[in-house]
Each structure stands twice: as structure tokens, then as C-alpha cells.
């Protein structure tokens, strides 16, 4: 980045200590990754300067061959990796794909019905601070009071009470399986579109590891930055009957220019999920999750619905007295990022929580496995029991240094 040094040290500084950080702490947020260096020389390249508003084969602008050609490219990768009749590239990011999906679905003031944030949705399901809470009229479900787990009864007996035009399927912060089959059947009693969110686990459906909705929904949205492990970004796909709906939602309807630096780089990262290998790599992201989870139980941990199936799972602090917040500081002070949660019907403060959520997908980017997911519960475990011991909390904050030194980001 010898350019960037020269013209601006202030920011080059901050890219160097950000860079630092990563490489020297273990980030266990359920939503990050590191995207690989391919992803990211596509992100930081010459398509960055160029205007492309339209589709490919009809844009705005001139000059648009070359972008035309990579967007082809996401589109027909992204297709062949889900299985999809047809494919928008362009969402700048999860929540506009969102937006793009009720806009097709939905007029204003409709009902719409998703997962309440508490109990692992996200604030674009229907929140009352987001868009989506405040244009529509939002019906949220939840989770069985005693199993945690998603209650298809429930969520069935809402549909027909409240008859919404959209269901949305999909979380943020839900550690099971989803049955998309179900949802679609559902959605068709009530004569409701189905949109599913597989913005989390979409590395996991690309590679079979969840079952796909891409089948059963009539909108499938994503990011692009999670397990998939791409640039940062958003995607809708859906069937051949709602191609064009999707395709003027997202422009002229909501985005001006797509960013085709991001769209060259969301084609590098299809491409390398098309890969064996990335598979294998999203087999272990489970494991890991999976050894994690069951070594912090050992330790005492209540585990929200006592388990996972995918990337990430809930650990419950009550069990130990403690808060959210408290937890997350504690682990920030040993260099352990996790992001605070609720956990099913909290009684906490959102800013507050009784959760903490624990993701594996970017420690297990580094070539993390079970023996490291081992350590990493011992350090969880210290730091958080031990976070009034300074001297402790330093030793611990060496031990993490030492083992992220033979995990580097960018092998
Ligand atoms: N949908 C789900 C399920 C998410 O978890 C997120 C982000 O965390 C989003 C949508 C929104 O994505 P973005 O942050 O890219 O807008």
C-alpha cells in the first residue's frame, strides 16, 4: 500500500492497526470472515471507478463490456452455486435486498411476518426501529419457550390469524436448522409470498450442509460477507416469474449505480465456493462450532437450545451470573471479539443482554480446528471468570497472541 502511505499516512495507519488487530486476536463473531486476497484485489480494483446503472446488455452509461462480462460471471456462478432460476448481483449489502423484496411483495402498510430480533431475527425482519417495522405492519414470531427452537405451530397459527402478505425465514442468531419446507407450506395456506434470509448460513447451503429454500421460497436473500466468505455485499435470487420484478426493485427502485468492483469480487467468491475445498471448510466450521459449544457446557455454560447445527451458537450467561456485556468487555480485554446477544425471551436490556454469540467461521478461515476450539474455550472461560485478575487477563491476552501467531489471516 505504498501509494496510500504517501498520500494519506492517517488512514494507512489505521488500515496497518486494523490489519493488526485481526492478525493478533480471534474473532469469534458469528458474521465475519476473512475474505481471501483474490476477493479482495477484485474489490480494491480499476472497476471501482466505473458506472454501469442497468443490467448487463442494457446499461446507462457507455463503456460497460468489461463490467458486463463480470457480472455475467456473478450472476451465472451464483446461479450454478444455488441452483437458482435467476439472480441479482447488485444489492449493495443484506438490508437492501431485504428492501427489495418487500417493495416487490408488499404495498405499504401490508403485514408482513418474520423472527422477533430478541429471539434471533434481524432489525430488516420487522423490527419497529427499522424500515421494515415502520412501513409495514409488522407481525413478529418467536422461539418454544421450552425448547428454544422454532416453533412451526406457532408461526402457523400467527399466518392464519394475521394473514401477511410476506413471510420472511431466516435469523441472525439462531444455532438450528431451518425448515424452509415447512415455511413455504405456510406461507402457501395463507396465500403469502415466502422470502428467506439466508444471509448467516448461505456458505452452508451453497455446500448442502443446510437444506437449500432456494426450492420451496419465492425470494431467497443473502449477504455475501459471511460464511460465504465474500466481499461485503447483498444478493436476492428467485424464480424465472419474479426476474424482472427483483431486477427494476433493485434499479431504478432503490440503487442508482452498482458497485462493480463488489460485483467482480461476490464472482471471485462464488468461484471459490464452487470449489471442494470449500466445502471441507464449511464441514469444519460446524465441527468447530459444535466442539466449542460442547466445551463450554462442560464448563458449566448453558447453551441456547443446547446446541448448534451451523456456524454459531448462543451461550447463555445467566448460567454463570453474568450479562452480555460484561462478557464481551471481559473477552475484548484477551483479545476475543464476540458480539453481545439475547437470548430467548431476555429480560436484559438489548444494549445490555444475557448472551453472548459465538461464530466460527473466521477461525476456522485461519485453519483453526478441534484442538484450537479446545484452547479457545479455556481462554473464554478465564477471561471471563477471571476479568477482575490483571494479571490473568494479561497472561491470557499472551497465550491468544501466541496462538494467532500460527494462524495468520492470509496463510
Ligand atoms: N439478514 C440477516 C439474517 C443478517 O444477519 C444481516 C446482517 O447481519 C442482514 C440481513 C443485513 O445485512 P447487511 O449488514 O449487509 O445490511
Known sequence: MSFLKNVDPEIFSVINDETNRQETTIDLIASENYASKAVMEATGSTLTNKYAEGYPGKRYYGGCEFVDKAEELARERCKKLFGAEHVNVQPHAGSPANMAVYYIACNLGDTIMGMSLAEGGHLTHGHKVNFSGKLYSSVQYTVNKETELLDYDQIRKLAHEYKPKLIIAGASAYSRAIDFKKFSEIAKEVNAYLMTDIAHIAGLVATGL???PVPYADFVTSTTHKTLRGPRGGLIMCKKEFAEKVDKAIMPGLQG????????????????ALQPAFKAYQKQVIANAQTMAKGLQELGYRIVTGGTDNHLFIVDLRSKSLNGQIAEKALDAVGISVSRSCVPFDTQAPWITSGIRIGTPAITTRGMKEVEMQHIVQFIDEAIMQRDNTQRVA??????AKLCKKFHIYG
Open 257 to 272: 449505480g452498482p458497485f462493480m468492483n463488489s460485483i467482480a469480487a461476490k464472482a471471485v467468491a462464488f468461484h471459490e
Open 210 to 212: 443446510h437444506e437449500s
Open 395 to 400: 497472561m491470557i491476552k499472551d497465550a491468544i
